[in-house]
């Protein structure tokens, strides 16, 4: 199924691109969450028509994650947690605990938006973690995992 994006989507296309996705993708997330439309010669009309209004959009949302990126980049957040012999913890620090925490400084962050590429922390230590704001914009956070 062809679609026209009408955002930018990570691993997918940019904004205006018409990519070939599987129906199921489309028909369940890319049309509902309004992020493409179904590619048909009146869809490229009403696209064409709505670009730079879309673009305007899209340079908003990248103005805000950027603003965002600029508050939390270099962060030190340290999180208390119980831990067993050689600095193993009881149980683990995910990315709910990361995004709480942030909140709980003050920042606007979805636990979505955290990524832990090895997984969720399972000993003390220092992590640096990325939070990926917008599809172009990451900061860099340090997370302190310490005991108790």
């Known amino acids: 199924m062809n679609v026209i994006l009408l955002e930018r989507v990570n691993n997918l296309g940019d904004l205006g691109e018409e990519v070939s996705v599987r129906p199921g993708f489309a ?6 969450n309004a992020k493409a439309v179904q590619a048909n010669k009146a869809n490229r009309e009403v696209f064409e028509q709505r670009r730079s209004e ?5 340079q908003g949302i990248l103005g805000v994650a950027k603003a965002r990126a600029d508050k939390i980049e270099g962060h030190i957040l340290t999180i208390m947690v ?7 913890l009881y149980g683990s620090v995910g990315t709910q605990d990361i995004a709480d925490a942030l909140v709980a400084d003050g920042h ?5 938006e955290v990524r832990l590429p090895d997984g969720a922390i399972r000993a003390l230590g220092e992590y640096e973690i990325a939070v990926q704001l917008h599809s172009d914009v990451t900061a860099a956070i340090k997370v302190s995992v310490v005991e108790e």
Do not use: H
């Open 27 to 32: 028909r369940n997330y890319l049309i509902p």
């Open 82 to 88: 119980k831990s067993g012999e050689e600095g193993r």
């Open 108 to 112: 606007e962050v979805e636990r979505s």
């Open 54 to 58: 879309l673009e305007a959009k899209a």
